[in-house]
């Protein structure tokens, strides 16, 4: 089968949004803040044979909960083909995950799509893999809003508490800040109030409980949420789609040791090549890619 640099992996959106189960785990998990963006661009070790950890950063597109519970599978089949221990390392928003790419602080990082514009723009941060899910590797932005709403556009949510993801989430704010400016409104103006969630799944519960009118989502995440949670099919309803997007990718600093590099590359897409990869790959659905 050929691969034209798209990872042929759909568990990287699967397991990050279908698991309702906790998996055992076996990987170490690390919250951090970090004090200082200034730092100096790190000068990155040559790879080491022994047990030293493998860093890994994931942006809270979902709850750290969430995070922990659909990544354990990947990072136990990704530790035991790179043959080192994985370490979970998040970041509370996109800005600072992208801050420990920079700083050498983890070794790989699977981002938002306008995290990874920002870090390509600020220190040249390389695209590893991107993601295909079911046959595409594209996602939208949803605007949601409460099933019980009498929205049906942008429009009717006029002096209305909207929901934003995290401040460099494409589709989670970027993208319903530019319908706004089509509209020739301003966030700040159109809303009564706007907050930020931090991750979509928060966004999805907030509009489902009723605490915002509407909110602006990742499409992948909306689509599984409410095929594996019926209450939020039930009370959340979608009012408009935008145009599709390069799905967020998994990253890596320019600088990382180049067979490091490779070796995870070679893992990501040729997962559907070994018996445990196509498991994981498909576990929760019923599709190819």
């Not at 935008?242 to 998994?250: E, T």
């Amino acid at each position: 089968m050929k691969r034209r640099g798209v990872a042929y992996f759909t568990l990287l959106v699967l397991l990050l949004l279908l698991s309702l189960t906790a998996c055992e785990d076996r990987s170490e998990y690390v919250k951090v803040r970090l004090a200082s963006a200034g730092r100096p661009a790190p000068v990155l070790p040559a790879g080491q044979p022994g047990k030293m950890p493998l860093r890994v950063a994931v942006a809270a597109v979902i709850s750290p909960k969430g995070t922990l519970e659909s990544y354990g599978a990947l990072f136990d089949y990704l530790g035991e083909r790179v043959g080192r221990p994985v370490k979970l390392i998040q970041g509370p928003t996109y800005a600072e995950v992208n801050e420990l790419v920079r700083s050498g602080d983890v070794d790989v990082a699977f981002i938002c799509t306008n995290a990874y514009v920002e870090g390509h723009r600020q220190f040249g941060m390389e695209l590893l893999v991107t993601p295909q899910v079911l046959g595409t590797a594209t996602y939208r932005s949803y605007v949601i809003v409460p099933r019980s709403s009498d929205a049906q556009t942008m429009l009717d949510l006029k002096g209305k508490v909207f929901a934003f993801t995290d401040p460099m989430s494409h589709t989670g704010r970027l993208v319903p800040l530019w319908l706004l400016s089509q509209m020739g409104e301003r966030a700040e103006s159109f809303f009564r109030r706007t907050l930020f969630t931090y991750s979509h799944d928060n966004s999805i519960r907030a509009v489902a409980d009723r605490l915002v009118d509407g909110a602006a989502v990742d499409s992948l995440v909306y689509d599984f949420a409410i095929a594996r949670v019926p209450q939020y099919a039930a009370s959340t309803r979608i009012i408009w789609t935008s145009s599709p997007y390069a799905a967020p990718p998994v990253v890596i600093h320019p600088a990382l040791n180049p067979q490091l590099k490779e070796q995870l590359r070679r893992i990501f897409l040729d997962m559907d090549a070994d018996e445990r990869g196509r498991a994981l790959q498909f576990h929760g659905a019923n599709h190819k890619t």
